[in-house]
């Protein structure tokens, strides 16, 4: 059913269990899997702090990145299936699509943040964007 399964990844507990979630469905069909993190760094660029702690912020936005597509690529490895790791900058939702659609993904599969309040309405806000604006494929939302 499933040949291309795009998880989307961060470093909170439910990407982790919207990525094994993920895997099981890969595993069932030895689909490939494609582990997009983007940097959310364009609000970075017009802050009023200096460059030095624009570029410490981007850093440490990169490294959280590459922690959470190394937990996805280890879990992967394990089950034996192929894997394709992206790393990019943009906005969260327009740019999952974008790799998505480049890559002619057959599912998007991401968690909510399991937060509250405004920081719980954003994460919706993401995955009703993604929602709204993907229909040429299926998207699962771990929460």
């Known amino acids: 059913m ?4 795009l998880i989307a990844m ?18 069932k069909d030895n689909a490939s899997v494609i582990g997009v993190h983007v940097l959310d760094v364009d609000g970075l660029d017009i802050m009023d702090v200096g460059s030095e702690e624009v ?21 992967v490895k394990k089950e034996g ?6 790393l ?9 699509l974008e790799v998505a659609r480049n890559h002619g993904v057959d599912l998007i599969v991401l968690g909510t943040h399991g937060r509250k309040g405004i920081a719980r309405l954003l994460d919706h806000e993401l995955s009703d964007e993604i929602k709204k604006e993907g229909p040429d494929f299926p998207i699962l939302v771990v929460s």
């Open 2 to 5: 499933f040949e291309r399964i």
């Open 10 to 27: 961060d470093e909170s507990e439910q990407s982790k269990k919207a990525a094994k979630k993920g895997l099981r469905l890969a595993k």
């Open 55 to 75: 570029a410490q912020l981007k850093k440490e936005q990169r490294t959280q990145g590459e922690s959470a597509l190394k937990y996805l690529e280890d879990l």
């Open 81 to 86: 299936l192929r894997y394709e790791r992206i």
């Open 88 to 96: 990019t900058e943009g906005f969260p939702d327009k740019t999952i």
